[in-house]
């Protein structure tokens, strides 16, 4: 029996939850949300789709109560972004949030993975780890898989190809400082550099495009309809669906750095290897000084906002 308890019903929640619906994702699926008469709309509208899928999940609104058993509790309750509005600038008011969260979560008796999906998810990702006091690899967020993907769909746009035969990762902070290592990004086998040699008609200067592209899309996106959610929603689909079928994928989750790159305690999105314990290992990448400078500048700024935080009582 595959369990998920999603703590907030917004627009991210809920596509997260319309996708695990058509993903046939778990066995029994609960919301909770401060506004409860949501929640159990929320519900409700689902169970109604249930006679046209191929699913027979359990769908209801529940409380923090209902974590006890859960195998993952997926945490997307938070203020929005608004326009021109970067993601570090909602810490402050998501953490005061995730204080009245957390704690009741792990007053469950709840012992499984927390998966962090609110913005700046990195720093919320390192909050719950520290108001939950669980182990490295049981509280991990999306991190840069959204990004990565976006990477990869707009790479295999430009050079024509599957975007699943494209290799690589977006990492960093889920924000202004992420960046593409170039040197790890591979067609098929082939290094992209290597392609770009070859074929006069790509140019470096078309990537650093992309690169940017990929960095503001959320801020595009915001713009144009007023928040993200469909791709972040299949993201968490992704990650949570690596960790209930015990996957053993790698994918650039937020997950703690335990002395990678000379690093200590940040949340930063990193390709970690992800199956039911959570994130069990990371993936330290053999990547260019410049490339490496650009990580640990990430992580500095992700290290400094975090410290200057006050928990409070």
Known sequence: MKKIVLVGTGMVGMSFAYAALNQNLCDELVLCDINEKRARGEAQDLNHGLAFSKTSMKIYAGT??????????VICAGVGQKPGETRLQLLQRNLEIFKTIVNPVVESG??????????????????????????NSKVIGTGTTLDTARMRYLLGDYFDIDPRNIHGYVIGEHGD???????????????IRDELMDNPKFRMEDL??????????????????????????????????????????????????????????????????V????????????????????????CDLLDKTFNDLEFGQ
């Open 64 to 73: 923090y109560a209902d974590c006890g058993d859960a195998d993952i509790v």
């Open 110 to 135: 709840f012992d499984g993975i927390f998966l962090v999906a609110t913005n700046p998810v990195d720093i919320m990702t390192r909050i719950t780890r520290k108001l939950s006091g669980f182990s």
């Open 177 to 191: 400082s992420e960046f593409v290592p170039w040197s790890q990004v591979t067609i098929g086998p082939k290094p």
């Open 208 to 273: 650093d495009k992309i690169e940017e592209n990929v960095r503001h899309a959320a801020y595009e996106i915001i713009e144009a309809k007023g928040a993200t959610y469909y791709g972040i929603g299949m993201a968490i689909c992704r990650v949570a669906r690596a960790i209930l079928q015990d996957e053993n994928s790698i994918l650039t989750i937020s997950a703690r750095l335990c002395g990678a790159y000379g690093i200590e305690k940040v949340y930063v999105g990193n390709p970690c290897v």
């Open 275 to 298: 199956n039911r314990e959570g994130a069990v290992r990371r993936i330290e990448l053999t990547m260019m000084n410049k490339e490496l400078r650009q990580f640990k500048e990430s």
